[in-house]
T-cell receptor, first 116, second 114 residues
C-alpha cells in the first residue's frame, strides 16, 4: 500500500535562511507526489506535484521539491524563507494508478515556523 | 470561479443530533472527496465519489453517509453525532484525467460535538 511519512512535526528556520521540509514515500509503481500548504483556519492549497520528468519541480510562492527515487524522498525546499511561509505543510501520494479516482494518501503534516 | 465551497463554516451539535455538511464545486470536476482533519493525524478520507452517481468508502467511513446529488454537489451526513466526530471537515474535488490529479479543497467546516 502507498504511504508517506513526514518525520518532523515542526521545522524552525530564521527568515532569509533556506528551508527544507522532509517527506519520504512508499509506493508500488511510479509515484505521483504532491505538496500542499495549509494556512491557519484555511483549506489546503496545492503547491506542486511530481508526475514524471525533471526531478526538480518548481511550484507556487518560490517553493520547489526534489524527487529522489533512490532515497524515496520528495523534500520541499525554498532558498530564502519568509515569515509568511509559516504554515502547515502536507506531503501526499496518489493511492492507485490507472483507476477511476485520484485518491491521495496524506502525511501527518509538518508545521513550519519562520522566525523574523 | 468560487472553486470549492462548504457550508456551514462552524457547527456545534449535541451527541445524537444529526446534520448535513454541504459541498459544491464549480470547476466541472468529476471526482469529489470528504476528509476529516485531526491533530497529529493529517487528513483521512471519509468517502469519495469518482463520478456522478457513484460513491465509495474511504479510510474512516463509520458514522457517516454521503450523497452525490449531481456533478456539482457532494454532501456528508452525520446521522447520530458522537464526540469522536469533533473535527474539521474538508471537501475536495479533482479531475480524473492523467496529469490532472490535483485536488482542490474547500475552506472547511469546524464541527464540535458535545
Amino acid at each position: 500500500a502507498q504511504s508517506v511519512a513526514q518525520p518532523e512535526d515542526q521545522v524552525n528556520v530564521a527568515e532569509g535562511n533556506p528551508l527544507t521540509v522532509k517527506c519520504t514515500y512508499s509506493v508500488s509503481g511510479n509515484p505521483y507526489l504532491f505538496w500542499y500548504v495549509q494556512y491557519p483556519n484555511r483549506g489546503l492549497q496545492f503547491l506542486l506535484k511530481y508526475i514524471t520528468g525533471d526531478n526538480l519541480v518548481k511550484g507556487s510562492y518560490g517553493f520547489e521539491a526534489e524527487f529522489n527515487k533512490s532515497q524515496t524522498s520528495f523534500h520541499l525546499k525554498k532558498p530564502s524563507a519568509l515569515v509568511s511561509d509559516s504554515a502547515l505543510y502536507f506531503c501526499a501520494v496518489r493511492e492507485s494508478y490507472g483507476g477511476a479516482t485520484n485518491k491521495l494518501i496524506f502525511g501527518t503534516g509538518t508545521l513550519l515556523a519562520v522566525q523574523p | 470561479n468560487a472553486g470549492v465551497t462548504q457550508t456551514p463554516k462552524f457547527q456545534v451539535l449535541k451527541t445524537g443530533q444529526s446534520m448535513t455538511l454541504q459541498c459544491a464545486q464549480d470547476m466541472n470536476h468529476n471526482s469529489m472527496y470528504w476528509y476529516r482533519q485531526d491533530p497529529g493525524m493529517g487528513l483521512r478520507l471519509i468517502y469519495y465519489s469518482a463520478s456522478e452517481g457513484t460513491t465509495d468508502k474511504g479510510e474512516v467511513p463509520n458514522g457517516y453517509n454521503v450523497s452525490r446529488l449531481n456533478k456539482r454537489e457532494f454532501s456528508l451526513r452525520l446521522e447520530s453525532a458522537a464526540p469522536s466526530q469533533t473535527s474539521v471537515y474538508f471537501c475536495a474535488s479533482s479531475e480524473i484525467r492523467t496529469y490532472q490529479e490535483t485536488q482542490y479543497f474547500g475552506p472547511g467546516t469546524r464541527l464540535l460535538v458535545l
